[in-house]
T-cell receptor, first 116, second 112 residues
Framework: GAVVSQHPSRVICKSGTSVKIECRSLDFQATTMFWYRQFPKQSLMLMATSNEGSKATYEQGVEKDKFLINHASLTLSTLTVTSAHPEDSSFYIC????????????FGSGTQLSVL | GENVEQHPSTLSVQEGDSAVIKCTYSDSASNYFPWYKQELGKRPQLIIDIRSNVGEKKDQRIAVTLNKTAKHFSLHITETQPEDSAVYFCAAVNSGYSTLTFGKGTMLLVSP
């Protein structure tokens, strides 16, 4: 089946630093990439939607200057958490939309971010 | 916008019993309803999905039903096994994925 590769799986950083998370669709072209954060025992909260070559659309309450999303190609999207703070610690996960007649979503493996 | 309600939030069953998780949605434009299983710290995995032109779909021990008129859809797991224990999420999606909304999840615990 289709695979979305997400890296890194875990990152620990100091407060104030920036962290980049990458998602690659390995065997399909992801026309749309969704980015979520998930707190323990909670649902997936959509942060933003990005279409290849376009600016991302952010959900209400998500700071676009803090969470920079780039979707430069149909197989790569990145999320950069700028000037990370302890409250940004969370599980971040992407999903790529495979279009076509049988369109489906495929999730990355997630990134556990811990900001000290 | 779309609103997806999922119940129950937790469900405990004995091995071999059936489990049913229900979701309702509000936007009649939603036409695709996937179900995901997420084990702790792992990615959600698609387990079954249904499109609005179908009322029921089955895959071995898992089935999903959709009632478009009432705007609800359900996941049915028969002959549950301990390895079915996980969090299950439903979602409602419209054409083109311009809206994609997840339910809050159901933690299923299957006891041996």
């Amino acid at each position: 089946g289709a695979v979305v590769s997400q890296h890194p799986s875990r990152v620990i950083c100091k407060s104030g630093t920036s962290v980049k998370i990458e998602c690659r669709s390995l065997d399909f072209q992801a026309t749309t990439m969704f980015w979520y954060r998930q707190f323990p025992k909670q649902s997936l909260m959509l942060m933003a939607t990005s279409n290849e070559g376009s600016k991302a659309t952010y959900e209400q309450g998500v700071e676009k200057d803090k969470f920079l999303i780039n979707h430069a190609s149909l197989t790569l999207s990145t999320l950069t958490v700028t000037s990370a703070h302890p409250e940004d610690s969370s599980f971040y996960i992407c999903s790529g939309r495979r279009g076509g007649q049988n369109e489906k979503l495929f999730f990355g493996s997630g990134t556990q971010l811990s900001v000290l | 916008g779309e609103n997806v309600e999922q119940h129950p939030s937790t469900l405990s069953v004995q091995e071999g019993d059936s489990a049913v998780i229900k979701c309702t949605y509000s936007d009649s434009a939603s036409n695709y309803f996937p179900w995901y299983k997420q084990e702790l710290g792992k990615r959600p995995q698609l387990i079954i999905d249904i499109r609005s032109n179908v009322g029921e779909k089955k895959d071995q021990r898992i089935a999903v039903t959709l009632n478009k008129t009432a705007k609800h859809f359900s996941l049915h797991i028969t002959e549950t096994q301990p390895e079915d224990s996980a969090v299950y999420f439903c979602a409602a999606v419209n054409s083109g994925y311009s809206t994609l909304t997840f339910g809050k999840g159901t933690m299923l615990l299957v006891s041996p």
